[in-house]
């Protein structure tokens, strides 16, 4: 900070305020726009739009699995619902949901590496959000490690 700009705080009471927790903290709101600008730099949003179709499709491939029941989302952000009976999208129970999520999967897919949100309020959903900057390889990359450790939980059943 300059000099001009410490000068009032260096003496006496002057306070600088940026302890908001709502409406538009000066500092936050800084942030939100200069992130706004490297999205456009970065013509992230264009680069989600045309990718999203690849990551769908390498997704999908998980619905040959007997525990994936369905893949849906959008963008980057796509949720994989996990079924005990293909046929009839049969879900697990409580218990069952318990031990499948939060037992097994969230420290599994945790330990191969995928970062992602498999204990949402017992749901049996995968949710995916990875970085808008990812492509095709780690969207192979990402598959793989689903289908490793949806292969193991489905033999833990």
């Known amino acids: ?16 305020y940026h302890g908001y927790t709502f409406g538009g903290h000066p500092v936050s709101a800084a942030v939100a726009l200069e992130n706004l600008t490297i999205f456009e730099e970065e013509g992230l949003n264009e680069r989600v739009r045309e990718k999203s179709p690849l990551f769908r499709a390498s997704l999908e491939k998980l619905l040959d699995l007997p525990i994936v029941g369905d893949v849906r989302g959008d963008g980057y952000f796509f949720g994989i619902e996990l079924v005990k009976d293909k046929a009839t999208k049969e879900t697990f129970d409580d218990a069952e949901s318990e031990r499948l999520l ?3 999967l969230s420290k599994a897919l945790f ?6 949100r498999a204990d949402d309020r017992g749901d049996p959903v ?3 959000a990875p970085p808008l900057t990812i492509g095709e390889p780690e969207f192979e990359q990402i598959e793989g490690i ?5 292969t193991e939980a489905w033999s833990r059943l």
């Open 126 to 128: 995968i949710q995916l």
């Open 111 to 116: 330990d191969a590496g995928l970062y992602c």
């Open 1 to 16: 900070m300059s000099e001009k700009l410490y000068e009032p705080f260096r003496t006496g009471t002057t306070s600088f």
């Open 146 to 150: 689903l289908r490793g450790v949806l």
């Open 102 to 104: 939060r037992g097994f």
